[in-house]
């Protein structure tokens, strides 16, 4: 398609505390906020609003299995709001550092090696309304044999 360039995407998403959501993305997530909204974090870029009724959060289900994939995945087990691609190289830093920040891990780490030979790794957490932002990365380096336990 030939036209205009879009240059940034920014996900609107309705909180039930404002403020809550704010401290958690900035003190857990390592992101820049403001009075604004925003919480943007090199590629993470979202404006969270105070909802006006809690009722208006709604977190995306697990959505229909396909296989229609170009691999021999067909979806994700769990509902996702937000895919994160990190560097495969900074994947466990990554991990890390979620961890000590007490994030709520909501699944993983796990990786997978596709039919396509093509491995992906992700780890997901949870923000105080339930929204999941799943971090990962693909690659078709090998995978060691063991991936990060979780200590949880």
């Not at 309705?14 to 993305?25: E, F, I, R």
Request: proline fraction near 9%; aromatic fraction near 10%; hydrophobic fraction near 35%.
């Amino acid at each position: 398609m030939n036209g205009v360039t879009i240059h940034q995407a920014r996900q609107v998403r309705l909180v039930t505390d404002l403020w809550d959501s704010l401290a958690y993305y900035r003190d857990v997530l390592g992101c820049e906020v403001d009075d604004w909204g925003h919480a943007v974090r090199g590629g993470l870029n979202l404006l969270l609003q105070q909802a006006e009724v809690p009722a208006h959060v709604r977190p995306n289900p697990r959505p229909a299995e396909r296989d229609t994939y170009p691999t021999d995945w067909q979806g994700p087990e769990q509902g996702w709001d937000t895919y994160v691609f990190v560097d495969f190289a900074d994947f466990e830093p990554l991990v890390s550092e979620l961890r000590e920040r007490g994030a709520r891990i909501a699944f993983g780490p796990v990786a997978a090696t596709h039919d396509n030979g093509m491995t992906f790794k992700n780890v997901a957490v949870r923000d105080p309304d339930g929204y999941t932002i799943v971090f990962g990365c693909g690659s078709h380096e090998p995978v060691p044999d063991t991936m990060p336990e979780d200590p949880h």
